[in-house]
T-cell receptor, first 114, second 112 residues
Framework: DAEITQSPRHKITETGRQVTLACHQT?????MFWYRQDLGHGLRLIHY???????NKGEVSDGYSVSRSNTEDLPLTLESAASSQTSVYFC?????????????FGPGTRLTVL | GQNIDQPTEMTATEGAIVQINCTYQ??????LFWYQQHAGEAPTFLSY????GLEEKGRFSSFLSRSKGYSYLLLKELQMKDSASYLC?????????????FGRGTSLIVHP
């Protein structure tokens, strides 16, 4: 069965370190997204990609970067982790962006920055 | 800009009916989604509305009024497993993006 996975599921790091969160989908979807979820804020879009070599900034992109070298993967990098980036991170994918195209979410990564 | 409002928390009794409201103010509109998210898990798709009216799927129904910027999710015959957060998300194509924007979610607690 097709799925979307994230790794690691839990990560503790220190302020200033570079951290990369992995996202892998086997749906063969063109579109992939990264969100963070914090109490009181809901899901906020960080970056997204409509296909290989395409990346775009979302609502809260400062301090984050992504790259899309193949269809299956969209790794999220925190260049220099900050305590404000402690959050739960969800990756999602969708086939297209029109009509009823829904997003399928990964299980999430809980990141703690000390 | 976009503004999506949902109640923060609701409680209901097992076997009852509950209605979770979502109001939105957006420049444009191209669909409204409802997702369910259990604690510590990923959001999962429940329903999609793009035209006015009611969409029914088993115990869950979703209603949309575009003129009022209003939707609700109706859960019937509540079960304990329905305790979860319910996320409303609106797609606004203004500016060229078709990515839905999420509300803050409504935490539903179902008690015996």
């Amino acid at each position: 069965d097709a799925e979307i996975t994230q790794s690691p599921r839990h990560k503790i790091t220190e302020t200033g370190r570079q951290v990369t969160l992995a996202c892998h989908q086997t749906w063969n979807h063109n579109n992939m997204f990264w969100y963070r979820q914090d109490l009181g804020h809901g899901l906020r879009l960080i970056h997204y990609s409509y296909g290989v070599q395409d990346t775009n900034k979302g609502e809260v992109s400062d301090g984050y970067s992504v790259s899309r070298s193949n269809t299956e993967d969209l790794p999220l990098t925190l260049e220099s982790a900050a305590s404000s980036q402690t959050s739960v991170y969800f990756c999602a994918s969708s086939e297209g962006v029109l009509s009823t195209d829904t997003q399928y979410f990964g299980p999430g990564t809980r990141l703690t920055v000390l | 800009g976009q503004n999506i409002d949902q109640p923060t928390e609701m409680t209901a009794t097992e076997g009852a009916i509950v209605q979770i409201n979502c109001t939105y103010q957006t420049s444009g509109f191209n669909g409204l989604f409802w997702y369910q998210q259990h604690a510590g898990e990923a959001p999962t798709f429940l329903s999609y509305n793009v035209l006015d009216g009611l969409e029914e799927k088993g115990r869950f129904s979703s209603f949309l009024s575009r003129s009022k910027g209003y939707s609700y999710l109706l859960l019937k015959e509540l079960q304990m497993k329905d305790s979860a957060s319910y996320l409303c998300a609106v797609r606004d194509p203004t500016g060229g993006s078709y990515i839905p924007t999420f509300g803050r979610g409504t935490s539903l607690i179902v008690h015996p």
